[in-house]
């Protein structure tokens, strides 16, 4: 899914901080990197044309948001941390739709791989 026809967007990429996310105990214990990736679909008309903050994302503070939910209250799956973030972008009246990636790039899995990563989208119609 992509953001949808006649909106806008607004992309936070890379956004990283260590959390103690996962099912094992050494995890919680240690804690690890994890990075998200954030798209906004909205319309960027009416701030573009008042210069009014109000009528957009602030995506400093989304993104001081993004890592303080990286960073606290611990869970067992990126699954819900990915939707504990998708909610927080959505509380943002603006926004129509939004796409969150979460990677996992040391999650413990026996092979060699580049990464792990779970990504939830959701738009409010």
Known sequence: MSCPDGLDRIDLRGITARGRHGMFKFERENGQPFVADISL???LKPAAKTHDLSKTVDYGALSQRIHDAITSNPVDLI???ALRMV???LEYEP???VSVTVHKPEAPIAVT????AVTIERSRT
């Open 79 to 81: 699954e819900t941390l």
């Open 95 to 97: 926004v129509q739709w």
């Open 41 to 43: 679909g909205l319309d």
């Open 113 to 116: 791989f580049t990464d792990v």
């Open 87 to 89: 909610d927080l972008c």
